[in-house]
């Protein structure tokens, strides 16, 4: 991404933000945008090069906690996560009816999602991922990258969750998304939160993976460009099961995790948003 511009103003124009390890983060002179300076990354190998990393217990190296053991040993905290998500959806709207999501991953919160009434389609670019999905969980899943994904069907809702930085052009995605959506749909969406404090030290960057580095401000200014109105957002350690493994004291932890949400400075950023 020696060449890249930055995805939301176009402007080639950028400074150094930081050095991570062997890769250098710029930041756009213009609208504040981070950015990876260059892309040596195979998207396709992140939930492979996850799996690996969990299995010899690098949890720094790449941040992916959806894998069926880890869905099966911590169900209650990712249940609660899911309470949580579906309240903040139904709060712009009661009555969701049907759900696309966008990287199912395994299909588990599709699974919640259909024994709560709501039909769910899913894609992923991860075979392992879209095989359980359809034939442990029963689902309508779909090995599809978004932008080759076909049909007539129009959704209430499509979640974006952990995605967008992974992408090239978040543009193309976000415009498919919105010939996706009926009129008045929501948007979902999960980043990680560039201004978050970053619980543990090494999360947040998931280089050379996260092309992008959003914060509010940013993914604002990207949704309003491609025709959407922010409704609502939230931070905190959404969707993290990293910190639970290591079955310590999470208390004082938690206390961090609240007060950071609170200042909007969690490490995950949720943004709903419709179209205008």
């Not at 991404?1 to 050095?19: F, G, T």
């Not at 998304?177 to 978050?196: A, S």
């Amino acid at each position: 991404m020696a060449n890249q511009s930055c995805c939301i103003c176009n402007s080639d124009k950028n400074s150094l933000y930081k050095i991570v390890g062997k890769y250098r983060l710029l930041r756009c002179n213009k609208c504040s945008l981070v950015y990876l300076d260059q892309d040596n990354s195979n998207q396709k190998k992140f939930i492979e090069d996850a799996k690996t990393n969990l299995k010899n217990k690098k949890k720094e190296k790449v941040e992916y906690w959806s894998f069926p053991e880890l869905y099966a040993k911590y169900r209650k905290v990712f249940e609660s996560f899911f309470n949580e998500r579906l309240r903040r959806i139904k709060k712009y709207n009661k009555n969701i009816k049907d759900l696309l999501d966008v990287g199912c991953g395994y299909g588990f919160w599709m699974n919640y999602c259909e024994k709560r009434g709501i039909e769910c389609g899913g894609i992923d670019i991860s075979s392992e991922a879209v095989d359980f999905a359809r034939n442990n969980l029963k689902l309508d899943a779909w090995k599809k990258d978004l932008m080759d994904f076909k049909t007539h069907k129009k959704y209430d809702l499509i979640m974006v969750f952990d995605v967008l930085e992974h992408l090239k052009d978040p543009n193309k995605a976000l415009a498919k998304c919105r010939n996706l959506l009926k009129k008045g749909g929501l948007l979902y969406i999960q980043v990680p939160n560039l201004t978050g404090f970053k619980i543990t030290p090494n999360h947040g960057y998931g280089l050379p993976y996260h092309l992008w580095q959003f914060s509010f401000k940013t993914l604002s200014a990207l949704l309003k460009k491609n025709g959407y109105n922010v409704l609502d957002h939230w931070t905190g350690p959404m969707g993290v099961i990293g910190e639970y493994e290591k079955n310590e004291n999470l208390f004082l932890k938690k206390i961090i995790w609240k007060v950071a949400s609170k200042l909007y400075l969690g490490d995950r950023l949720q943004v709903i948003a419709r179209m205008q």
